[in-house]
């Protein structure tokens, strides 16, 4: 293999990491007669106007769906005074699109929606769900599209015909109701058992016309393996990536991969198998990425480095001062599930250790060399050396 081969490779590896892409997607699914008949029919009701959430409401409304979407305060009010504008973020000018969502103040306004979605991450995941709950009781079919297996905890406590979404892009919302996105999908639903085929037919054609769609049948396996993808996020947010210029790129090249090699090595000890995501790298690519040196890529990977936007997570805890995170759903699962099946996970542990101590009001960003430097500490100390 050439020189010059390797490094594309690895630029894509470092791209479709960050889930940028160069925005070509997949086209959607054509669908028959009788099933689009079928989703006009079917009401569908987007809990959270996030990013994702925002996205998928838009391009499944302007696709003919009947399609309601619900938040709280000034998200609320920009649906209501500016719909849902979507562009791809190479190509913002020749993909700039306005749908008009309809948006209800209340779960009830929109009582006989036929799938509930839940956009929300896990920290609001439980409250959302509950509110479903006692607005619809157990009679729609709820789709989750929260990072993890926490939901997977949540929800069957709650409902009994329940969908995952496994989310294979990145999105951003901008004020006042901006979604910026690097390709359109995959999204990827199933249940833990296979269950459910018929409702998933359903979801499935409703979605799939605004959005690539695939029915899977490894669902854990293709939940875990985008929870080794998301590792990234908790990094990004410590050293501020997107938000100020890196204290040093090769240390955090260098701690990227380690994080997310740990990942791979973890999943597979506890029993999953890669699953491939469109626009993710392959585990064989993240070995590949690993053992080489890191100057034989560096120079394309700084090239590409102003393609890629800000972690969500780096928005909540950098830009918003927020203290509600997925620290603990991704990285902590991560670590939790290292403990367990005893592989050593010492970047993620200390990602994971440096995220509870500093996520909070009033966090700056730390170098990179300081989140190296709390790797080398041992398992449960703090960064300042106490225990």
Not at 115 to 137: Q, S
Request: proline share 5%; aromatic share 6%.
């Amino acid at each position: 293999m050439g020189a010059t081969n390797v490094r594309g490779q690895l630029v894509d590896f470092w791209i479709s990491c960050h889930n940028v892409t160069d925005g070509s997607g997949q086209a959607a699914r054509v669908a028959s007669p009788e099933q689009q008949a079928r989703m006009s029919e079917t009401k569908i009701l987007f809990v959270g106007a996030g990013a994702v959430g925002a996205s998928v409401a838009a391009w499944t409304a302007a696709a003919g769906a009947d399609v309601a979407i619900v938040d709280v305060g000034d998200v609320q009010a920009a649906l209501r005074a500016c719909g849902i504008t979507t562009y791809q973020v190479d190509r913002p000018d020749s993909t700039r699109r306005s749908v008009a969502v309809r948006a209800v103040d209340r779960l009830a306004d929109f009582g006989d929606a036929e799938i509930v979605v839940l956009a929300v991450k896990n920290y609001n995941l439980v409250d959302a769900a509950k509110r479903v709950r006692e607005a619809f009781g157990d009679r729609p079919i709820i789709v989750s599209m929260a990072n993890g297996v926490e939901n997977q905890q949540v929800l069957p406590k709650l409902f009994s015909r329940v969908i995952y979404c496994v989310v294979g892009y990145n999105a951003r919302r901008d004020p006042p109701m901006m979604i910026g996105y690097q390709k359109k999908g995959p999204l990827l639903i199933g249940t833990p058992d296979n269950s459910l085929s018929s409702e998933m037919r359903l979801v499935q054609t409703v979605l799939a016309r605004g959005c690539p769609t695939d029915i899977v049948d490894r669902l854990q396996d293709a939940v875990h393996t985008k929870i080794v993808m998301n590792l990234t996020n908790a990094l990004d947010a410590l050293v501020g990536r997107g938000y100020h210029t890196l204290s040093s790129f090769p240390v955090y090249q260098h701690v990227l991969l380690q994080t997310l090699w740990e990942g791979v090595e973890v999943i597979r000890a506890a029993g999953y198998r890669e699953f491939a995501i469109a626009g993710m790298p392959s585990f064989t690519l993240l070995t590949l990425a690993r053992l080489l040196p890191g100057w034989m890529i560096r120079p394309i990977f700084r090239q590409k480095l102003r393609l890629m936007v800000m972690a969500s997570m780096t928005q909540d805890v950098v830009l918003r001062g927020g203290v509600n995170t997925e620290l603990d759903s991704i990285t902590g699962y991560l670590v939790r599930l290292a403990t367990k099946v005893g592989v050593a996970a010492p970047y993620n542990q200390a990602i994971y250790r440096l995220g509870k101590e500093k996520f909070h009001p009033g966090f700056r960003p730390l170098r990179c060399e300081d989140v190296f430097a709390a790797v080398q500490q041992p398992a449960g100390a703090c960064p300042d050396g106490s225990t």
